[in-house]
């Protein structure tokens, strides 16, 4: 393992996230160099001037943005593969969970060899889950590169003043006891899955694991949540059922009237 790797590692370990399968680290790839950044505002923006780190903008360099602490935000590994054109995907390899380095082409984890194209897409095993791409904009005039962390689906309701408002017009789904929505608002960036359970009361739970921060997804086999890189399973109200994670999937406050559901998004 390279000086700079090992160094790397110890920074990452230092705050506290657990990666597996160090040891098997493949001998002629790095993590990509580490760039501490405030918070994320309101907005959701995180802008970069390129041209103030040279890891990042010489043509087929990369860096990894790392957020304070507590910020909510999961690592992002920014990638130069051409020219004016740059990807942000997920920092965190979807196999077991270590840090991406960059070849000038594809994501590449340093350990075990799992490859991800420019759109998070597995190319090469053995993560067999894509890592979330972000929506990023570059200004060539201004070399400011703007990561936009809370876009989310056009086809969905976007997040007004800190709710989520779906109708019955809309998804008529959620009328019916057992019914579930999903989707991505934009103004919060993460998918929400929001379900009408056998009470009739409705339930909202955000979709990253709080293993690896992974997304889940309906499965109907458990009639629950499942995260599809280490299988942790939860409820329709978030609560753990099984697997690696040790705590429930983050809740929102859903209420209902005649016209549909308000979730509150925090």
Do not use: W
Request: charged share 15%.
């Amino acid at each position: 393992m390279s000086s700079s790797r090992r160094d790397f590692f110890k920074k990452l370990l230092g705050t506290g996230v657990a990666v597996a399968g160090i040891p098997a680290c493949a001998p002629d790839i790095d993590p990509s160099p580490l760039l501490d950044v405030p918070a994320p505002g309101e907005d959701g923006v995180v802008s970069l001037v390129v041209q103030r780190y040279p890891d990042l903008s010489r043509v087929g360099g990369s860096v990894t943005l790392r957020f304070p602490n507590g910020s909510g935000q999961e690592n992002l590994l920014v990638v130069h593969p051409s020219d004016s054109t740059y990807a942000v995907l997920s920092a965190t390899c979807t196999h077991v969970g270590c840090p991406m380095g960059f070849d000038g082409k594809e994501a590449v984890c340093p350990c075990h060899l799992s490859r991800f194209d420019l759109t998070g897409a597995v190319t090469n095993a053995p993560a067999t889950v894509p890592l979330k791409a972000y929506v990023a904009t570059y200004n060539a005039g201004t070399q400011v590169l703007s990561i936009s962390l809370k876009s989310g689906d056009d086809n969905f309701p976007s997040v007004i003043n800190g709710t989520l408002t779906l109708t019955f017009a809309q998804f008529p789904a959620l009328q019916d006891t057992g019914g579930m929505v999903s989707g991505t608002p934009t103004g919060y960036g993460k998918t929400v899955f929001v379900f009408k359970l056998e009470d009739g009361t409705y339930s909202a739970v955000d979709s990253v694991c709080p293993h690896l921060q992974c997304e889940v997804g309906f499965e109907s086999s458990v009639d629950g949540l499942l995260c599809p890189c280490h299988a942790s399973t939860f409820s329709k109200t978030g609560a753990r059922i099984d697997g690696v994670a040790t705590s429930d999937l983050k809740k929102f406050t859903a209420t209902s009237d005649a016209s549909g559901v308000v979730v509150t998004i925090t």
